[in-house]
């Protein structure tokens, strides 16, 4: 079974930036497409970035376009979320989750999820 366990978050101000990872272990990541989510308090989980195996094809949110930029290094398992101009809203438990149906920026399932990481910009 697949363990993600993400890292790299934390308090950043407005402005600034963070670069989170997600390493994977039990599994090897190639197979998989991947994905960023995040969650903020008393909302729901919402879309943030999803890549297909190679890394090739990257699909974001409007709300993070040309602002987040995500990549993957397989020889390593991980992925990562570059996340640059950060905004208050941003605010958030960030998770990875390995995608299962991936074809063309949609998907209909979850192989597995990470424990999250949480991110907080300041004003």
């Known amino acids: 079974q697949m363990q993600l366990v993400e890292s790299g978050g934390g308090l950043v101000q407005a402005g600034g930036s963070l670069r989170l990872s997600c390493t994977a272990s039990?599994?090897?990541?190639?197979?998989?497409?991947m994905g960023w989510f995040r969650q903020a308090p008393g909302k729901e989980r919402e879309f943030v970035a999803a890549l297909n195996w190679s890394g090739t094809s990257v699909y974001f949110d409007d709300s993070v376009k040309g602002r987040f930029a995500a990549s993957r290094d397989n020889a390593k398992n991980t992925v990562y979320l570059q996340m640059n101009s950060l905004k208050p809203e941003d605010t958030a438990v960030y998770y990875c989750?390995?995608?299962?149906?991936?074809?063309?920026?949609?998907?209909?399932?979850?192989?597995?999820w990470g424990q999250g990481t949480q991110v907080t910009v300041s004003s």
């Open positions: 039990g599994r090897t990541l190639s197979t998989y497409a």
């Open positions: 989750a390995a995608l299962k149906g991936f074809v063309d920026g949609t998907w209909n399932g979850y192989e597995s």
